[in-house]
């Protein structure tokens, strides 16, 4: 595997800012994989997928934070409609992803490295790269397997992001300041209401609620 330098200092600027992007939901990222006794990495998944941006879309179909394939989202239980995208939903497609995640590491013999690697260009892919390996008598480890260039980049990106955020000085990255506590509540409103009149009981502005409600389509 032949990797080009990933060189996070060059682009401190953008880490800075897509870091900062991330307040409104890193907390609840980090508790949920906490609560999961998961690895923490994985709440950096999303910086590598979305810039920590729940309206992002992909050209070949995938949404949210974690960037979701319809048929993935749909088939750990998210909801996707004319109404309502559950993989830009915050708490939805966050459920949906730490358990494909999990799943991914039990399918592949509990290696989080093949499982993160599966969760870029499926589980397919990887499982192919495996069997090849093994038919000819090669490591099955991630960096022995012919992946991707955009897999082979993305696994290496995550711990790279990981090394810079555990010790951001060796590096001479500046990181910004984000509070540990709860960002938002969740509030069962009993009815359907407009996402405006909402904004209005709860003193924010339309922009803040529909940034804190990214899965809903229409107001």
Sequence with gaps: MVLKKLNYKKYNKRLYYTLEASEPFIYYLYQEVERRNL????????LIESAFSPFAHSFVGAA??????????S???????????GRRDIITSTEAALDYLTYLYHFFHEDWMLAVAAYDSG???????????????KPIDFWSLKLPRETQEYVPRL??????IKH???????????????????????????LSHIASLAKLTPE????????????
Excluded: C
């Design 159 to 164: 711990l790279a992001i990981r090394a810079v």
């Design 168 to 194: 951001p000085d060796t590096y001479g990255i500046k990181l910004p300041r984000i509070l540990s506590k709860p960002h938002f509540a969740v509030i069962d409103v009993k009815k359907q209401m407009e």
């Design 123 to 137: 589980e397919g892919r990887i499982q192919s790269a495996v069997r090849y390996n093994k038919k000819h008598h």
């Design 64 to 73: 949210g934070l974690w960037q979701m394939m319809p048929g993935t989202a």
């Design 75 to 85: 088939g750990f239980g998210v909801k996707i409609n004319w109404w309502y995208d």
């Design 39 to 46: 690895p923490t990495e994985l709440v950096l998944v999303p």
């Design 208 to 219: 803040t609620l529909r940034a804190l409600n990214p899965g809903y389509r229409r107001w």
